[in-house]
C-alpha cells in the first residue's frame, strides 16, 4: 500500500490505522439505534453467510489459494508502466472468465513507468563497507560516476530545520527517525528529499520504514516539491542508519560514495473491473478492491496480491454459488496503486458523475493475515449498520473508524462515499512491505482463505440488503 | 560458531545445543552427592560472586560495551586471512594493556584466506528473476562466463540417493531441506556440494540455514570431499528455495544463471592470549574463550563479537578489581574459527603436552542474549560441582550436558578436558547467523553486560576452588 503526498498531508493525524494494534478511532459506535425491523433483516442473513464461509472454507477457497499463488509465482513484481503487469491482468480477466464470469473490462490510463537500472553505495570513511540501497520510486539518477561526499545523519525535520544551511551543504543526509508507525514515519521516505535539497544537500538516504530488519532496505513513493533542486533518495537499512548514527557520534567523519541510474517514461495500463450485475439494481455497485501493481522488489504477494486477490474472488464466488444480490458486486483490480494511487484517481475522475451510485467500496491492501474486521468511514448510521452486519461473523467483528480506511478508497471515502478496509492481524506487514521479503512465504493457506470468506460473505450482505448505506 | 565436518560426523546426534531450547541432556545430574565441605567452600564465594557481578553491571559494563561497540563499528566483519582481522587483533592486545593487564601474547599460525570476489545467480526460466546468493566458504568459481543449466530441486540427502543419476547429471541442484536443528539441518550447506557432485550436479543451492528470512541468504563453511569434482556452492533464501519448489511442484522447467569468483590461499593470523596470572597455581589454567574473526557479511557483532569480548573481559575485570585466583585465568580470542576451528586446532597441537593444566574451558560462541546457564561436558563429579556454583548465580544456574559444549572448545572437551559453553536465550540466533543481519542491532547492552558478569563472576570461582575440577 502506498501514501500518496496529499493523502499524507490532509490526514496526518489519522494515518495509523494500517497497524492495526494502533488504530485510533475517532467516534465511539457504543449507542447504535438501528430500526429494529433492519436489525432483524441483517440477522437473517445469517445461513448465508454461514454457507458463504463454509463453502469458500472447505472447498473452493483452495483453488482459489492455488490460483493466487500461481499468480505471484509466475508473474512476480509487477512495477507499474510494465509489460508483465500487462500480462498479469490478462491473466487475470482470462481467469474470471475460467472461472465462470464474463463481465470483466478494463478502464486504460497512462501510468508512471519508473525502472531502477542500477543502484550501489558504499561506505568510504571511516572503513570501506558495502551499504545497501534501495531507490525510491521517482528518484532522479547520480551523475553517471555517482555522487561521494560526507555524510551528516539527521534524526528528524525538527533536526534538520535547526541545523545551518552550512552544515548540510553539499553533503548526503542520512535521514535516521526510528519507527513509529507508518504514517509518523513514512514521511521522509515521501518528503526527505526536497526538505534536504532545500538546505543544500545533495542526496538522502533514509532509515527504511520498518521496526524490524534483518538488513534489507524498503523502497516506496517519494515526491519532490516543485522549484526545489531534484537529488537521489534511497534507502537504507536500519543496521547501516544505526551504524552511521554510532559513527557520528563518536566523532568519526562519514564518507560515502552512492551511485544511483533510473529511467522514467509514461506508460498504458488498466483498471479491471470483474462486475456481477445487481438482480434488482444493477446501477448501484458495492465495490471490493485491491491492486494488482506492486513495487519491483520482492513478489508484491502481500503488498497486494492478496488484496487483490480475495477482492477478485469475491463476485467470482457468489457467482458460483448462484447468489446474486440486489446490488452490482464489482472487484477493482486498481493498476498504478504504488506510484500515488494512479488508477483509483483515473477511476474517480472517469465516474465522478456516477459517484452517487457507489453505495459501499471496500479495499484489502494492509495484508490478508488472520481477519479481524473493518476499519469503516462513514456516518453514524453507516458505521452502525456494518457493525450489526459483523455481529454475525464473530470473532471476526472488530469495528474501528479511523478516518483513513485503506488506500486507493481513500479518495472515494473523501467524496462522501461510505466504505471499510479490512482489518487483520498484521503487525508484521511492515517487516516485509516494499521490499524483497514480500514472498508468497509472508502468507498462510488458512489466513487468505478466512479473509477471502469474510471478504465475500460481508459484500454479499451489504450489496443484498434492502437498503442503501446511507452517507448521512 | 561453526561446526567442521569431522565434528559433525562425531557428533550428528547430539549437536542440537544451539539453539538452547532443543538441549537434549544426556545424564541426569539430580543426584549429585558432593563432600560437605566443598559444598561449604563454594557457597562461600556468594559474596565476592555478588560484588563482582555488581561492580559490572554498575560500573564497568558499560566500558566494556562501548568498547564492543566501537570494535564492531571500527573494524566490521573480521573473516580469517584479511588484514581487517590482524589489526582487530591489535586493537584488542592495545585495549588488554590500555585496562592495565599486560600479560597478553599472541601464537601465529596458517590460516585460510578465502575471498569472496564476485557472486551473481539469476533464473532464467520460467522467467526471468534475480537470485540472491551468498557462496559458501571455500567454494570454487565458477567459469567466468558462468553455469547455465537446469535445476532440480531435492529435499533431502535420502531423496538424492534415490534419484538416478541420469536426473542429476549436468543439473544444479537445490537443497530445500527445511530448518529443523542447525545440527541437523546444516549437512546440506556443509557436504551437500561433494554429495550432488557424486551423482553428477555441476553446482549447488542450498536454502539457508535459519527458520526465518526476510529474504536473506546466509553463509557457512563447507568441505570437499576428496577424489570428488569440486562444484561451486551457495546459499539461497527461504523465499527462493520456496519459489522453486512450487515451481518444480507445477511442472515448470528451471533454467538458473549462476556466477561467482574467489580467490583462495594461506595466510597467517594468531591466536590471542590474555592472562590473568594464578597466585598460587600459575601453571593451571581456567580458559575462557570467543573468536575474533567472522564471515565476511554483516559485523561479526553476534558471531562472535559479544563471546569474544565477554571472554576478553574475564581476566581484565577480574585483574581491575584485585582479584587473583589461585589458578590462571586465562581468556583465548581464537583466529580462524569460522573456516574450520583452525585457530583451536592449531592451540590444541602447540600445547598438546601441556593439555593436564587445563582445569576447565569455557567459549561464548552462540549469543551473548539474556544468559541463562552453562551446557557443562565433563565427569559426573565436575558437573556437580558446576551445579553447585551455578547456584548462586539464580535464576543464571540452567545446567544441560548435550555432548556438543561450543564449537571451538570441543575439540578439547574430546581430549577429556572439563568445559562449559554460555547458555542464553538465543532463539532468534540463526535468523542473523552468517548473514548481514549479525550486526550490532542484534544486541543489546543489558544482556551483554548480564552475561559479562555472569562469565567473570562464574570463572572466578572455577579459577579459585581448592580443587580442581576432576576428569573423572
Known sequence: ?????????????????????????????DDC??????????????????????????????????????FIDTF???????????????????????????DVTTEELQVPHWVRVHESASMLQPHVKNIAILGFGSSVSTPPEGITAEAIVINSFDELDKTDKKTIEGKIVVFDAHYVTYG???????????????????????????????????TGGQYYEKNVPKIPTAAITLEDADLMRRLQNAGDKIVLHIK??????????????VDLKGSVHPEKLVIVSGHI???????????????????????????????????????????????????????????MNDLDNINFIMESDEGTFKPLGLDVAGSK??????????????????????GYPGSDIVIFVHQGIPGASLLNENERYFWYHHSEGDTMNVQTMKDVVDCAAFWAAFSYVIADLSVDIPRQ
Open 76 to 102: 512476480g513484481a509487477r512495477p507499474s508502466g510494465t509489460e508483465v503487469l500487462e500480462r498479469s491482468i490478462d491473466h487475470m480477466i482470462n481467469l474470471t472468465k475460467h472461472h465462470g464470469l464474463n
Open 381 to 402: 448510521k453507516a458505521r452502525c449498520i456494518v457493525k450489526e452486519v459483523l455481529k454475525q461473523f464473530a470473532p471476526i467483528n472488530k469495528l474501528t473508524n479511523s
Open 260 to 273: 544511483m541510474l533510473s529511467t522514467s517514461d509514461t506508460k498504458t495500463s488498466r483498471n479491471t473491473l
Open 33 to 70: 439505534e438501528l430500526d429494529a425491523e433492519l436489525v432483524e433483516e441483517i440477522a437473517s442473513y445469517e445461513n448465508v453467510t454461514k454457507r458463504i464461509m463454509e463453502e469458500i472454507r472447505s472447498n473452493f477457497g483452495e483453488v482459489m489459494y492455488n490460483e493466487y499463488t500461481r
Open 1 to 29: 500500500m502506498e501514501i500518496p503526498l496529499k493523502i499524507i498531508i490532509l490526514f496526518t493525524s489519522v494515518i495509523r490505522v494500517i497497524n492495526t494494534s494502533v488504530v485510533i478511532n475517532r467516534f465511539d459506535d
Open 293 to 351: 501493481d506492486s513495487w519491483d522488489v520482492g513478489q508484491g504477494a502481500m503488498d497486494d496480491g492478496g488484496g487483490m486477490m480475495i477482492s477478485w474472488f469475491t463476485p467470482v464466488i457468489l457467482n458460483i454459488l448462484k447468489l446474486k444480490p440486489k446490488r452490482t458486486v464489482r472487484a477493482i483490480l486498481w493498476t498504478a496503486e504504488e506510484p500515488g494511487l494512479i488508477g483509483a484517481q483515473a477511476y474517480l475522475k472517469k465516474h
Open 184 to 218: 509518523d514515519t513514512v514521511v521522509y521516505r515521501s518528503q526527505g528529499a526536497s526538505k534536504a535539497a532545500k538546505k543544500g544537500a545533495i542526496a538522502t538516504l533514509v532509515r527504511s520504514i520498518t521496526p524490524f530488519s534483518i538488513y534489507s532496505p524498503h
